[in-house]
T-cell receptor, first 115, second 112 residues
């Protein structure tokens, strides 16, 4: 079974802190994604990555950056956390190839609270 | 740029009844996918239907796709309390290699 893990289930940070959210997948997937999920807004794509060191902006990249140094790991970075970044963050991966159309496998999510 | 819109936003049924959720979208698609999310957890892929398919089954799930109406439906038959979750449709555009776009979901409650 594909396994996507996220470093924390719950995280509380202070405004202005630099925050790292880590995601690791164990199925050699080339494509990885970061979403945030807010009530009434559904899932919104922040960034995605086709391959190591590749990254593409999603719909809401402002205030975030990402890092993909190894194929299995995709990190989301909040350079200076703000209260409006309080949210559920979901990481996902999908199989290789011309495969943004393939099904995605999700991690359990990180609920981040910024105070 | 959210494309899929689920309807209804919330649905409450008795155990054993069938649950139907609908998804409408705006542009031509390569495929449409349905996901389930249990409260506070990640999403789980349920089923994928390609643009040249009209119906697909998986266990108690039946998905239909009408590309002329740009809509899809997810039917869960003989629902169980464990089916209580949010259900999302996600579409893949036909234009280029672009990521899935998720709708806002239908919240299904199955009452025992």
């Amino acid at each position: 079974d594909v396994k996507v893990t996220q470093s924390s289930r719950y995280l509380v940070k202070r405004t202005g802190e630099k925050v790292f959210l880590e995601c690791v997948q164990d199925m050699d997937h080339e494509n990885m994604f970061w979403y945030r999920q807010d009530p009434g807004l559904g899932l919104r794509l922040i960034y995605f990555s086709y391959d190591v060191k590749m990254k593409e902006k999603g719909d809401i990249p402002e205030g975030y950056s990402v890092s993909r140094e190894k194929k299995e790991r995709f990190s989301l970075i909040l350079e200076s956390a703000s209260t409006n970044q309080t949210s559920m963050y979901l990481c996902a991966s999908s199989p290789p190839g011309l495969a943004l159309s393939y099904e995605q496998y999700f991690g359990p999510g990180t609920r981040l609270t910024v105070t | 740029s959210q494309q899929g819109e689920e309807d209804p936003q919330a649905l409450s049924i008795q155990e054993g009844e069938n649950a139907t959720m609908n998804c409408s979208y705006k542009t031509s698609i390569n495929n449409l996918q349905w996901y389930r999310q249990n409260s506070g957890r990640g999403l789980v892929h349920l089923i994928l239907i390609r643009s040249n398919e009209r119906e697909k089954h998986s266990g108690r799930l039946r998905v239909t796709l009408d590309t002329s109406k740009k809509s899809s439906s997810l039917l869960i038959t003989a629902s169980r309390a464990a089916d209580t979750a949010s259900y999302f449709c996600a579409t893949v555009s036909n234009s280029g290699n672009t990521p899935l776009v998720f709708g806002k979901g239908t919240r299904l409650s199955v009452i025992a």
